[in-house]
């Protein structure tokens, strides 16, 4: 038998000393997508006070993420959480992620919302982990780091399931980085460039400007006009290989970040090239992890 729900009580402290990724307002905003009004069928069978619980667990090894946020979404509607596994941490087969005590009303608005979001950040998470240890030990093991390019309106969760997958971000936002596109310089004429770089560096002392380049001429011009990191897009690994050389051989201490289609498949082979950084949307777009739930009454 289920016992007592008391709302807000949980066994260990979610996002101790950090925001969280997802504030009331748009936890609040994903359980009423769900359910906009009222749970027809649960109030239909006139169970809804009835004490229950339910259990979320790992139906394969996976890296967690989400868990801590599905925990908040059950306690909004009054529930008792334990059993919390932290994000970041690796699970296997059958291990217990969280553990819910409420009301049935509560436990069946919750659930799919709480499942979902669990099973996606944790395949994002995953994948970004597989991608990590593809490169572990290889070349200069390069930063991994993720991009802008998530399915709009997701970025908090997907940026938060690739930190705990161990990826770093590559850019938030435009708001914080300086990222010279092609798209940008078409803008410009070859004499306002690199004077315009120039000003960029000056302007803002604490960014390091990066600058995408979609070939190995460009990635020398890029170099020479004070590119602080040289984002080569598309490139391949003998490409890469063959751009880090020729920077070697010039002496300008540019580094290299290979971008555009890196995924866990051939991170190796740009890290064995020299790439100094990874950039990768590939962890966005994995597969969702496999989180089994069992209700008990």
């Known amino acids: 038998m289920a016992s007592e729900a008391k709302p807000g009580a949980r066994s260990v402290p979610i996002d101790?000393?950090?925001?969280?990724?997802?504030?009331?307002?748009e936890?609040?905003?994903l359980l009423?997508?769900?359910?906009?009004?009222?749970?027809?069928?649960?109030?239909?069978l006139g169970i809804g006070l009835a004490l229950g619980e339910v259990?979320?667990?790992?139906?394969?090894?996976?890296?967690?993420?989400?868990?801590?946020?599905?925990?908040?979404?059950?306690?909004r509607r009054g529930c008792r959480c334990n059993g919390i596994v932290a994000r970041g941490q690796s699970v296997t087969a059958g291990q217990l992620l969280l553990r819910v005590v409420g009301r049935a009303a509560a436990l069946h608005q919750v659930w799919k919302t709480a499942q979902t979001l669990v099973e996606t950040t944790s395949g994002i998470a995953t994948a970004t982990a597989a991608l990590i240890a593809a490169v572990r030990g290889v070349g200069k093991q390069p930063a991994v780091v993720t991009t802008r390019k998530n399915f709009p309106g997701t970025r908090a969760l997907a940026s938060l399931a690739a930190r705990a997958g161990g990826a770093?971000?590559?850019?938030?936002g435009l708001s914080e980085t300086l990222l010279v596109f092609p798209e940008h310089r078409i803008f410009l004429t070859?004499?306002?460039?690199?004077?315009?770089?120039?000003?960029l560096k000056r302007e803002h002392p604490e960014k390091k400007l990066v600058v995408e380049v979609l070939n190995g001429t460009e990635a020398m011009l890029m170099a020479r006009a004070g590119a602080d990191v040289l984002q080569l897009e598309k490139f391949?690994?003998?490409?890469?290989?063959?751009t880090v050389k020729q920077l070697q051989q010039t002496g300008l201490a540019v580094l290299v970040a290979a971008a555009g289609g890196v995924n866990a498949q051939n991170a190796a082979d740009y890290a064995r090239a020299g790439a100094d950084?990874?950039?990768?949307?590939?962890?966005?777009w994995a597969a969702p992890c496999d989180v089994k739930v069992l209700f008990g009454a």
């Open 16 to 25: 101790s000393g950090t925001l969280p990724a997802l504030d009331d307002v």
């Open 27 to 29: 936890l609040e905003r």
């Open 32 to 44: 009423r997508e769900d359910v906009p009004y009222h749970d027809l069928t649960t109030e239909g």
């Open 55 to 75: 259990a979320f667990s790992a139906r394969s090894t996976m890296v967690v993420c989400g868990v801590e946020e599905a925990a908040r979404l059950f306690e």
């Open 168 to 172: 770093t971000a590559h850019r938030l």
């Open 190 to 199: 070859s004499g306002q460039l690199g004077e315009r770089l120039q000003a």
């Open 236 to 242: 391949s690994p003998a490409d890469v290989a063959l």
């Open 277 to 284: 950084i990874l950039v990768t949307s590939a962890p966005y």
